[in-house]
């Protein structure tokens, strides 16, 4: 009984992230005012998405010493501060794991600053497999 206890209180004074595996129908209709910002159409960023999470707000990537967070792969060395990296540029202003959860809002305003900066071949999926042929990535909304 203590032991059943102790794993409430832990889980309460330490919620888990509520994260999400999104559809393919499901994020676009989350993302759609993403759709032709910096001229890029929703199915390049559904494909690329699929490409670099498989559309699951949890996936962290160990990459070359850094990490990537979330369905964007956000990298800690540049775009957000984790304990990993103290030197973070962390120019989206954020704690890496805000990435990690359901709500999207955070994860789509620094995917906009990494765009503005860096282009869509940021996300190295996209060049090779997500430039051409979306047809499969249209979901009808």
């Known amino acids: 009984m203590m032991s059943f206890v102790s794993l409430l209180l832990i889980g309460i004074m330490f919620p888990a992230i509520q994260g999400k595996q999104f559809?393919?129908?499901?994020l676009s209709q989350v993302l759609k005012d993403m759709d032709g910002y910096g001229?890029?159409?929703?199915?390049e960023w559904i494909c690329t998405i699929f490409h670099?999470?498989?559309y699951?707000?949890?996936t962290i990537v160990n990459n070359n010493g850094s990490t990537e967070y979330g369905l964007f792969q956000i990298n800690n060395k540049f775009w957000c501060?984790?304990?990993q990296i103290l030197q973070s540029r962390n120019i989206c202003d954020i704690s890496c794991d805000k990435f990690l959860d359901?709500?999207?809002?955070d994860d789509i305003i620094c995917a906009k600053k990494i765009l503005?900066?860096?282009g869509i071949d940021y996300w190295l999926a996209h060049k090779p497999l997500c430039s051409e042929k979306l047809e499969q990535w249209h979901c009808e909304m």
């Open 39 to 43: 001229g890029i159409p929703l199915s």
């Open 52 to 54: 670099t999470s498989g």
């Open 102 to 105: 359901d709500d999207l809002t």
């Open 56 to 58: 699951d707000t949890q």
């Open 23 to 26: 559809t393919k129908c499901e």
């Open 116 to 118: 503005d900066k860096e």
């Open 81 to 83: 501060r984790d304990n």
